[in-house]
C-alpha cells in the first residue's frame, strides 16, 4: 500500500468510495473544492492502482481538524485507517503542529477505537451534527503531536 497525496486524476475513485463509506457523503465538487483550494490537505491510500482509503484535513496556523477519513467497507480492518492515521500524525509532527481534532458519529465504534488508539481522547459533543440517521457527534482531540 502507498500512502500519497490526492491529485485532480483520483477524484472519481475518492466520490465513489465516499459514496459507499458514508450514508451522508460529500458531493464530488467538493472533493474538487479541497483540492483545489490552499488550505485543505488531502492523502490516499492506493494498493495495485486502486484507492483504497484516503483523509483530507485542514490545518490553521498550529492546529489541525481531519475532515474525513473513509475506506473501501472491503478493505476495512486491513490496516489501512492505520496507514493513514500515521501518516497524518507524522505529517503534522514534521509541521510543528501541536493539536488534531476530529467529529465522529458516537455510535461508530470502529472509528472511536481508532482514533482512541492513536491518542484521541473526547472532549464534547454536538447534538444532532449528523444525518442520515441524526446522531450526535464526539468531538475528540489529540495534543503533543
Not at 500500500?1 to 491529485?7: H, S
Not at 483550494?37 to 485542514?58: K, N, P, T
Not at 455510535?107 to 459533543?125: C, D, M
Request: with cysteine; net charge neutral.
Amino acid at each position: 500500500m502507498t500512502v500519497r497525496r490526492m491529485e485532480s486524476a483520483d477524484l472519481e475513485q475518492v466520490a465513489a468510495l465516499e459514496q459507499a463509506a458514508f450514508t451522508d457523503p460529500w458531493s464530488f465538487n467538493i472533493w474538487k473544492d479541497c483540492l483545489e483550494g490552499r488550505r485543505d490537505i488531502c492523502y490516499v491510500a492506493e494498493q495495485d492502482g486502486l484507492i483504497v482509503g484516503y483523509f483530507c484535513m485542514m490545518v490553521v496556523l498550529d492546529e489541525a481538524e481531519l475532515l474525513k477519513i473513509a475506506v473501501l467497507p472491503e478493505k476495512q480492518k486491513k490496516g489501512v485507517a492505520s496507514g493513514l492515521m500515521e501518516m497524518m500524525l507524522c505529517y503534522l509532527g514534521s509541521r510543528k503542529i501541536r493539536a488534531v481534532t476530529l467529529e465522529v458519529r458516537e455510535h461508530n465504534r470502529a472509528a472511536l477505537a481508532l482514533y482512541t488508539k492513536y491518542g484521541f481522547v473526547p472532549e464534547g459533543r454536538r447534538k444532532n451534527y449528523y444525518r442520515n440517521p441524526a446522531e450526535d457527534a464526539i468531538i475528540m482531540r489529540k495534543s503533543q503531536l
